[in-house]
């Protein structure tokens, strides 16, 4: 359109209102891509979450076996800590797995801060999950999940995809 034309009457109220709905949705996914390109936010602070996918073969005669490395929390209060452990696990007949958690480098302690039945025999793998809750006081706290099976000298349990987590406020 150029300056010599006639305009129908309301053209330029509309014009006015698609060019400020052009710079409202201009605006919009600018700031979709801005949160798009943003580092997502972490349900777990760096360094409470840890997975381990390698293989893990036990018998009885190991006794207790880490199931990851261990984690640590830094809560600026005295807190419970949410302790949690995952795992992709295949146990013979007669036996189980049964899980302790070691806090600060102690023996692993079991049927204290939860479950210590882990797992018994299936037909197949089965994903096993279960969590704890663990008393902590200010400042730095080492949590780490072991297992070990319990059964006759011939039972095997393997472990695969082995997830673990510690959650509490942190400072």
Known sequence: MNDTEPTRPGTTKRRVRLAAVAAALTAAASAITAVAVADPASALPVGQATCDFSNLTL?????????TSSRSVTPGIETEAKITVT???????GAEVRLGWSINNNAPVESFFGPANFANHTEFAETRDTFGLVF???????VQPFVRVNGPAAARAGLLNKCFAVEARTS
């Open 136 to 142: 902590v006081g200010a400042g730095t706290t080492t």
């Open 59 to 67: 018998s009885p005669a190991v006794g207790w076996f880490p199931l």
């Open 87 to 93: 795992a992709d696990v295949a146990v013979s007949a």
